[in-house]
């Protein structure tokens, strides 16, 4: 059974500044202003880059009057660690299973 990754949640962390939020959201949820302060991002960039985690379900957001709270989504991050958990079982496995070529 060959295991699939998915290429969206892959692509989605796999930019510095969506990785940097990603690791900062683990610990506590935090607003856009928070996320400026910590990432040194511009505003709109932050919004942008925090669509795409959103799109990817790695994030959820919470309003909270003018505010919007993003919090990471831990079972994104647990599906994809055990999509990989499930590949490198299978490598082992395999480990000594080569086609021959023609």
């Known amino acids: 059974m060959l295991m ?3 290429t969206d949640l892959m692509r989605a962390l796999a930019d510095p500044l969506r990785l940097r939020i990603v690791t900062l959201l683990a610990r506590e ?3 856009t202003t928070h996320l400026v302060e910590e990432t040194g991002a511009r505003q709109t960039n932050l919004s942008n880059h ?3 985690l959103r799109e990817a379900g790695v994030v959820e957001t ?3 009057g003018r ?5 990471l ?3 994104a ?3 994809l660690a055990g999509r990989f958990t499930a590949l490198a079982g299978t490598a082992r496995t395999h ?4 086609r021959a070529c023609p």
């Open 67 to 71: 505010y919007t709270y993003y919090r």
């Open 95 to 98: 480990a000594g299973a080569r």
């Open 77 to 79: 991050i647990e599906a």
């Open 73 to 75: 989504r831990p079972e």
């Open 62 to 64: 919470e309003p909270c």
């Open 29 to 31: 949820t935090l607003c």
């Open 50 to 52: 925090l669509k795409v």
């Open 4 to 6: 699939s990754v998915d």
